[in-house]
């Protein structure tokens, strides 16, 4: 293949592993093109054509390079649907994420150490933040978000880096913690505090952030 994305490889390991076939043979290239079709119909209709998306054993022949003296140029489309076949929304999100993969590794022990000191959630009122101001959480570069305040309490993600939510996620909360949880090589999750705390069939004390659901990390 010319000029192959330098994500392709991690793609197709991801792919491998998902649907546990590592190609050899040209039987099992069409066994993972079988697969990989079976779960796109499984996630049903895609765009104006009210079909699964589908990808042909050909392609599947040019990405895993099967052919020899293989020149073929593979598709974003391709790539596309292959990243969805696997849980991704498009080919341009498993390339920002591999990125961001790649930055997290970079995260050492003693960076993490040095800078966590310089984000104190503690000190972040959010009952005074008024429409239309900025807020920024967490440590930039590395880890962090900039809030829009929308209304009390309302807040909307304008610009993040490595955060679980994205820009344009928008939610309500009366203030900021640091998950207790560590994690190797990577800076804590920050933590949202939910602005209902009775909410039916939820079970967490803010006395024991780790009881804290994920869904409630910025």
Known sequence: MKNPPAELDSLKKEIEDKFNIYPETKNDYITLAFQINKKLKDL??????????????????????YRKNNDAIISVKVLGILARSIGYASWNKYVEDCKKNEVSKSFTPELIDRVSKFFRPELINVSQIRVDEEVTVGWPPYKYAILKCKDDYEFEIIEANNTKNEVGFIFLTTGFHISPIKKENSFPDIIFEPYYDDIEGENWTLKDLTTIPEKYYL
């Open 44 to 65: 049903g209709q895609r765009g104006s054509t009210n079909a699964p998306e589908s990808i042909s054993e050909e392609s599947i022949y040019k990405v895993w390079g």
